[in-house]
Structures are given as C-alpha cells and as structure tokens.
C-alpha cells in the first residue's frame, strides 16, 4: 500500500471571495454621519425659509435622512432619523429655537420621517445583499471554473496532487493535503503528512464513510473531504484552518470545497482509467510480441534439434555399419546444427537482456580492430573468414563501448555478409573517426537490400524477400545489432554500395582520450 | 613418449565429464574425475595432478573459491569452465589464480589447445625463467631485452613492463586490473585506455601484422593472454 501521490501543502495569499462585507467597518461614523447631515437640511431650510413653508423643511429633511438611509444600516438611519427630527423640532416648529412637544400634525410627520427611514434601510440592505451574492457567486464560478480548466492541463497523478494542494489552498484560504489511493484501492493513511493520529483518523473516516467530516476543536487538519468517484473514495482532501480565525469554514466554501473535490475525483479516475487503458494495451502488445517470438523461436530452435536428433541416432545406433564418409557427413551435420543453435541461443538471450532493459552497460575505453579481431576468431570456426579484409587506421580513437555487446554486433553483422555475400567475393571493414564518434562499415558485395527494406531488416524476424528460407539466419541478428547500437547512443544504418552490395554502417561513441601522459 | 599428464576435471554434470573424459583420453592424458568441489579438492592433495579443469557452477562450493584453495597449496595451473555471461566470476577466477577460462559451450579443439599451452608453461608456475623465446621473439627477463628476429627492439620501461609481465607466464590469461596494478601502480586501476595505447605500441613494435596479432592476443571484457607460439 503506498499514497500515489505526493501531497503537497501551500499557504494562502490574499482571497477575494471571503472578506467579510465593508458594514462593520465604520457603523460608528454611520452615526456620527447623523449630525453633519443633520445641521446640512437646517442650514438649507434656513437659505430657503423666506419662501417656503413647514412641509417644505419636512421635505429637505426627509430628503437627508433618505441619502443616509441609502448607505448605511438600520440604526444609523433611525439615528439620523431621530437627529433631524430633534433639529427640526428646534429651529422649525413654533415656538422656534426652543424645545416644544409637537402637536399631533408634527407626531405624524416624525412618525412618516421615521418609516422613510426604516424602510429604505431595509431595501437597501436587501439590494445590498443581493449585490454581494451576485459577486460573490460570480467569484464562486470564476473560481470554479478556473479550477476546472487547469486541471484538464494536469497530466499526471503526481501533478494532480500539487496542483490542487496548491490552488484550494489559495480558494479556501487554508493549507490543503491531497491523498490519493494506492492501485489497490486502499488508502494508506500511515504515509499522510500529517501531526497526529487523529488526523489520520479523521481522514481515514472521510474516506470510508464518504462523507465530509470536521472536527472543530482539532488543530491541525481538521476538516477532511472524501474524494468521490464513481464507484468509490479515490482519496482525501485534508483542510487545515489553523491561520483562520474562528477556525471555520463557512457555508460557501464548503460548497466550494465539496464541488471541487467532486472535479478532482472525476481527474482522478479520468486519469487512473487512461493508466489502466495505456497498460492494457501494451500487455496486449507485449502478448502478441511474446507469442510471435515464441513461434518463430520454436521453429528455429526446432530445426536443428531435428537435424541433430535425427543425426544423431542414426550415428548411435548403426554407426558400425554406415560408411566412413556417411558416419563423417553425419557428425558434420551434428556439429553445424549446433553452431547454429548456439549461435540463435546467443541471440535470444541478448535480445530479450537488451529489450528487458536488465543489461548494464560495461563501458570501456576500447580498440575497436581488437573488437575486429575477436568476432574475425570467433567466426573462425564458421569458414569464410579469409575474405574479411581489416582496414582501420591506426590513429582511430578508442571507443567508448560494451565490449561483449559491439563484439557480439560486429560478429552478427561480419556472420550476415559472409553468409549473404556470394563465393569468395571479400568483405570490407573500415572505419573512420567522425567527430567524437566512429563509424564502422561492414560492406559486402552481396545482392544488397531493396531500398523498401532497408529499415525493416532492423525488425524483429524480419527475413528479406533475397533471402532462402534454411539458411540459418533467425532474423534477429541485426535487431539486436540495433538495439546494441542503441544502448550505446549510437546507430546503426543499412546503405547501398556503389557497385553492388550492402553497407551497414555502425556509429559508435568515442572515449575521452587519456589527458595524462602514460608513460613513466 | 615422455610421462603422461595428470588432469583433473572438477565438474558436476555426468555428461560433460563423460566427454571430456573421452577427448582427454584420446589426447593421451590420463584423467581424474570429481564432481564436487571437496572431492576434487581431495583429489588434488592425493594425486597432484599437472592440470585441472574447473567447472565454476558446483553444487557444494564456489568454484572461485575452490580456485583460491587450489592455487594457494598446489602449484598447478588451472582451466576454468565457466557459462556464457558469466565474465564476471571468469575475471573473479582468474584473478583467484586460475591461468586461463574457456566458456561453454565450447568446441573440443578449443579446449585442448588451452589445455596444451597451461601444460607446456605450467613449469613458469614454479620457476621463473631467465628468458623466453619462439622463432621470432626473444626476451631476456635479466638483463631486460628484447630482440626481433635477432635484432634488438628498443622498448620504454612501461613498454617492457608489460610485455615481460605477460610473457613470464605464456598462455596465461592476465586480467586488466592485474595488470594496470602490476605495470602502472595501483592507483591506476580503472585506466584501461593506457593500457589499450600501450598494447597497440607493443604490437606495432612486435607483431608481423598489428592488425593481426598472434602473440599479444585480446581476451575481449577480461584481459590479455601471451601466445607464446610454436
């Protein structure tokens, strides 16, 4: 049981979303508003008191105790309300510029300025409210949308998990740990980055029971949210509030949260289905790679286990009786047939190293005509070799290559033009430093290789349309040639030869020369 | 005829010491067999053989250990018989004592020409000869010269070094480490590459064709083998 991915924590900046809306801020110079405002209508119902009457003063006041209702809450407005209605009961009603009870047409007034008051409060906190859930619904789905958007670009499990550590930590203002489940499906709470047990319980609890949990008084993470998929939890999302006071989340973002975690679900198993998918298909093709280097192995191996079986026991059991020259031809057979499937034996068991990745490269400064050298001896018992002709230069770079892995090539190579390459025409090996590369050539004066096939007698079992069925190639010798030539970051290329025959052209990489002198 | 050597193979499957048995015998050897490493180590002590034939996949020991206890109470030269992929335990081998190593499966004359050579200079094992020569070369160990075809061959001290390392015991094979330890010190191990500049001088200096060398043969991943010639 392993987490898949790592999680990943980040600190949070500036939110938008949630700060609290501007009311409390200055409720107290709301108030004080009150008597600026209050002097203003006087002072105005003064200018115009030689041509209006009472109502019209009502009318300024009303007017001031509006625009203040218009901004601020209830009480300020009332205050205000109260203020004016002081004011005007003062400098307007008779007798002026004393304190009086009003008569019953005045109660009315200050009742009516009263309501005005109240009731456009109440409106505007309304359209207040509205305003601030419209933007802030709108800052919900940017941010959703945001989220959403930049996890399509998330391309890995790994990624995933940073990613959106990092941006819900950013959303929710708090540091976020995601987890996910191993491929067994199993969460392994024990690898959680986290203080305490009862953290590693809570998640444990999200995620078996499918369901947000929280526990307030916990510090650290305390609130944890199941990653659902469709089927089942794919992982945790761990909140930790501990910057936050009181440490909380509030109804939208846990609206926030839960829908972002149901997003990060869908990634999450989007993604774990594509693994699934990509693994499927490359069982399958390994399947059929597998089933038909099984079939052709079983036929080459076969056929001279058949040959040397059957040879065999003929020599075995009437061997006193066949002729010298039948009881030689035999035994001949026998060992040919061996050869050859040493020779194949060779080859599968370095293909399948090359291919499996297991095969370390033992890298050395090397002489390449020792190379030469060796895979010309080792041929030696096969016969032709008098017609390979060495020309490397004597200042040519040592090379820097798997000694066994360039021999067994140049024997694959030097073996396939012995054996294509007609009679007693020769074979040429020449090389030349390129760089801080070296190019082989092993060139023959064989048929060549029709240009379409040029690439594809790299391929696996690949047998060219000049070749005859029995001749003791496997098609696999140049594949392992390649892939040889590969591991090596090197190549190996098929080229036409000026007048008839192949080139196949071996780049290898060259040692650093010794910097020191050697000598003494 | 002069007395028939003794070889000893130490070898774990039926068959293969059956073969060899055969074409030792038909060689005119006369052979010891053993098909665990305490009995072939027994076999030694009582017998002394002139050679043996170690197979390194034995069931009761490692066969580079049995190599190590071998070389280290008998003077005699060794042969291993090691799997294909195996350079590693052959390097291992070699540098516990045993001279040479041919990997199976192997060709009969194969063998016996390997078996041939660690009989003929088997005697170095004990005795360090003053000097070597074939039809051509001519080293004298003493006074530190080389002659070609009776001419004399003017080598550096590195140079001679090496080749009077490999030729005191012809047919052996010497691996890298043994001898970068030898001739240029043990702190230069790991440089292969003089090594490899050296043997190209020395074959440019001694061999008919360098391209083509016949006494200072290559043994590809391990080392160097001396062919002494006829």
């Known amino acids: 049981m392993s987490i898949e991915s790592a999680s990943a924590r980040f600190q949070t900046r500036e939110l938008p979303l949630w700060r609290s809306g501007p009311g409390l801020r200055s409720s107290l110079t709301h108030y004080l508003a009150a008597f600026p405002l209050a002097a203003a209508s006087t002072l105005i119902s003064q200018l115009i008191s030689a041509h209006a009457q009472l109502a019209d003063f009502v009318m300024v006041y009303l007017l001031g105790v509006m625009a203040l209702a218009m901004r601020s809450g209830l009480g300020p407005s009332l205050f205000a309300a109260c203020v004016s209605i002081l004011s005007f009961d003062y400098f307007f009603i008779p007798p002026k510029r004393e304190w009086a009870w009003p008569d019953s047409a005045s109660v009315l007034t200050f009742v009516g300025m009263l309501i005005v008051a109240g009731v456009i409060s109440g409106l505007n906190r309304d359209m207040r409210r509205e305003r601030e859930a419209a933007q802030r619904n709108e800052a919900f789905a940017k941010a959703l949308y945001r989220f959403s958007s930049e996890l399509a670009d998330v391309s890995s499990l790994q990624q995933l998990g940073t990613f959106a550590a990092r941006r819900l930590g950013e959303l929710l203002d708090a540091e976020v740990l995601v987890a996910f489940c191993a491929s067994d499906g199993e969460l392994d709470v024990g690898s959680l980055e986290v203080g305490s047990d009862e953290e590693r319980g809570l998640a444990l609890a999200a995620w078996s029971s499918s369901e947000r949990v929280e526990s307030p008084s916990l510090l650290g993470y305390n609130v944890w949210c199941p990653l659902l998929g469709s089927h089942r939890s794919v992982g945790v999302l761990g909140l930790s509030l501990k910057r936050r006071t009181p440490p909380q989340v509030s109804p939208e973002q846990r609206e926030l949260l839960e829908t972002c975690a149901r997003l990060l679900a869908g990634a999450v198993e989007r993604m774990l289905l594509a693994a699934a998918a990509r693994r499927a298909e490359l069982q399958a093709e390994t399947e059929h790679t597998r089933s038909s280097l099984l079939a052709a192995v079983s036929h080459d191996l076969r056929t001279p286990l058949a040959s040397i079986l059957t040879a065999a026991t003929t020599v075995a059991k009437q061997g006193s009786q066949l002729t010298p020259a039948a009881q030689h031809e035999l035994m001949s057979t026998i060992v040919d047939e061996t050869e050859r499937l040493n020779h194949l034996v060779a080859n599968l068991l370095s293909m399948t190293k090359l291919e499996s990745g297991e095969l370390l490269l033992k890298r050395q400064p090397e002489e390449l005509s020792e190379l030469v050298n060796a895979a010309v001896s080792a041929l030696a018992s096969r016969g032709g070799t008098e017609r390979i002709r060495v020309s490397i230069p004597s200042d040519l770079p040592l090379l820097d290559v798997d000694s066994l892995l360039i021999e067994q090539t140049l024997i694959n190579l030097l073996e396939n033009a012995l054996r294509y390459a007609p009679g007693a025409t020769p074979i040429d090996v020449e090389a030349r430093g390129v760089d801080d590369e070296v190019q082989v050539r092993v060139c023959d004066r064989g048929p060549g290789i029709l240009p379409h096939e040029r690439e594809k007698v790299f391929e696996k079992f690949f047998r060219g349309s000049g070749t005859r069925h029995g001749d003791g190639g496997a098609g696999l010798g140049l594949t392992i040639c390649r892939a040889a030539a590969r591991a090596h970051q090197g190549k190996l290329k098929a080229l036409e030869r000026s007048g008839g025959g192949t080139c196949m052209e071996l780049t290898l990489p060259c040692a650093a020369t010794p910097s020191e002198t050697v000598e003494e | ?230």
């Open chain 2, 1 to 230: 005829m002069a007395l028939q050597s003794l070889i000893l193979m130490i070898e774990d499957e039926p068959a293969m010491r059956r073969t060899l048995r055969l074409a030792l015998q038909d060689e005119g050897y006369a052979t010891l067999e053993a098909a665990t490493a305490e009995d072939g180590l027994f076999q030694a002590s009582l017998r002394s053989p002139n050679l043996v034939l170690l197979d390194l996949g034995l069931p009761d020991t490692d066969g580079i250990e049995v190599a190590r206890l071998l070389r280290r109470t008998h003077q005699v030269p060794i042969i291993v018989i090691s799997a294909r992929d195996g350079e590693d335990q052959q390097i291992q081998a070699l540098d516990a004592g045993a001279n040479d190593y041919v990997q199976k499966p192997f060709r009969q004359g194969e063998l016996l020409a390997r078996v041939r050579a660690a009989l003929r200079f088997s005697r170095y094992i004990t005795v360090p000869s003053e000097s070597f020569h074939n039809g051509r070369l001519r080293i004298e160990f003493s006074r530190q010269e080389v002659f070609l075809d009776g001419e004399k061959v003017a080598l550096t001290p590195k140079q001679y070094k090496l080749l009077a390392l490999l030729a005191r015991e012809p047919g052996r094979v010497l691996t890298h480490q043994v001898i970068l330890r030898e001739v240029w010190g043990a702190t230069h191990v790991n440089q292969i590459q003089y090594l490899r500049v050296f043997m190209k001088q020395l074959r440019e200096k001694l061999e008919a064709d360098p391209t083509r060398p016949t006494m200072l043969a290559t043994v590809v991943r391990v080392g160097y083998r001396f062919n002494p010639g006829d």
